[in-house]
């Protein structure tokens, strides 16, 4: 158990649900914020650096892939050798990998620092995931979770703010020196407060770390594990790809400046706050499988609606923003509960269920925003179908977990 020192006395950190959620909130913004801060400044660095949109969006996309590449690695390292060593090692290349971002001069360069921010910068999630699980029950795990989900909401919901006003009074490279200088605070602090949380046999009793990868095939062939990764991959999907679409669609279409973009970006991520409350309130009513279907059918509602609205030919900011909300209200819902869904079925391999859920669930953004860099993008068609397609597939996803239980999926860890 973890235990946090407060004077001459020490108490387990699952006690002191404050400092373990604050901990969490810091891991999880710098990594999600991280991904868009800079949307606001897409349309200048593709100018400043001489590129097209579609390279520029590569830049996003590579950071979701190598996010959810990295995560395989950092789950299995922290079932072996405990969860803060590899947290540590990977908020420092993330402060690396930014410093970088910020010193690019090619958009081939940028794209490359981003891959390694992006491999240090997943460390976060990914082992406080499995943190929780160390910690907690499935039921109370997705309760903490919410709680982070409602807190956490704040950090990326404001950052294509901050980022619009660093582009428009500093420009582009100032975001990144920024991330630079939050990622070495969120590093001092969880070097200074976070003790290690993973005391399962496992970590003192396995040969070598091939033992403890082998584990990735049993998680795979689990259909409900599938199920669940999948629902929240395809929702995260949506999301990511509203990010990489909206600068130029709003910014380039509609006409709104790189500082008022911002504060329009930060409408739908507020209701992430709504949707985790939501979760967190009827957890304990409903159960973790029927909030997870309650927030599926919200993002699908929400999806249809902005392809709806894009067929009927009416472009403007709220037929943009207003359907993202219902998305991102959805995607809150049914987020800590599917996750750990998927999780507490290894619940002695929960590093590694966490590294590949959170894999699964990136690549599945990564593939989606990196379709979407493909495609010539002249209105916000390409944007609608593919927000509205991810997220009905999100609830699509569920299928499987319904069949797996139906099939009595026992011996592969439903």
């Known amino acids: 158990m973890a235990l ?47 590129a097209s949109v579609g390279e520029v969006q590569i830049t996003f996309s590579g950071y979701v892939a190598a996010f959810a590449v990295g995560q395989l690695i950092y789950g299995p390292l922290s079932d072996r050798w405990g969860r803060r060593l590899p ?20 958009v081939t360069t940028l794209t490359l620092a981003r891959i390694v921010q992006a491999i240090g910068g997943c460390a976060g999630p990914t082992l406080a995931r499995a943190m929780v699980r160390d910690l907690f029950p499935r039921d109370q795990a997705a309760r903490v979770m919410s709680f982070v989900g409602m807190v956490m909401a704040i950090a990326p919901a404001f950052a ?91 910014i380039e279409l509609v006409g709104v400046a790189p500082d008022i973009y911002g504060w329009y970006a930060a409408i739908p991520t507020l209701f992430n706050f709504v949707g985790a409350s939501i979760s967190a309130r009827l957890m304990t009513r409903l159960g973790g499988d029927r909030v997870v279907v309650l927030g599926a059918t919200i993002t699908a509602v929400g999806g249809l609606s902005m392809l709806g609205l894009a067929l009927a030919g009416a472009l403007s900011v709220a037929t943009v923003i207003g359907p993202m909300c219902l998305i ?87």
């Not at 108490?11 to 373990?20: C, E, S, V």
């Not at 908020?91 to 090619?106: K, Q, R, V």
């Not at 602090?189 to 990868?213: D, I, K, M």
């Open 4 to 50: 946090v020192e407060v004077g001459a006395e020490f108490r387990p950190m699952k006690d002191r649900i404050g400092l373990l959620v604050a901990l969490i909130v810091g891991l999880m913004a710098v990594a999600y914020a991280s991904a868009g801060i800079y949307s606001p400044s897409m349309p200048a660095i593709a100018q400043s650096l001489g």
């Open 87 to 106: 947290l540590l090692i990977g908020l420092s290349i993330y402060i690396l990998g930014s410093a970088a971002c910020a010193l690019a001069t090619d």
């Open 160 to 250: 294509p703010v901050a980022g619009g006003y660093l582009q428009v009074h500093f420009g582009w490279p100032s975001i990144f020196w920024a991330l630079t200088l939050v990622g070495g605070l969120v590093l001092a602090l969880n070097a200074y407060f976070l003790e290690e949380t993973h005391v399962s046999p496992l970590r003192t009793t396995a040969g070598n770390l091939l033992q403890v990868w082998l584990a990735y095939p049993r998680l795979l062939r689990s259909v409900v594990f599938m199920g669940y990764s999948l629902n929240t991959g395809f929702s995260m999907a949506s999301a990511f790809v509203y990010v990489a679409a909206t600068p130029f669609v709003l």
């Open 328 to 414: 991102s209200t959805g995607g809150s819902v049914m987020f800590s509960s599917s996750t750990q869904g998927a999780i507490s079925l290894f619940a002695d391999r929960a590093g590694t269920a966490s590294s590949l859920n959170g894999f699964l669930q990136m690549l599945t953004a990564a593939l989606a925003t990196t379709a979407l860099g493909l495609i010539p993008q002249v209105d916000e068609m390409p944007m609608a179908y593919m927000v509205s397609g991810c997220a009905c597939s999100s609830l699509l996803a569920l299928t499987l977990v319904w069949w797996g239980r139906r099939s009595s999926d026992r011996g592969v860890g439903s």
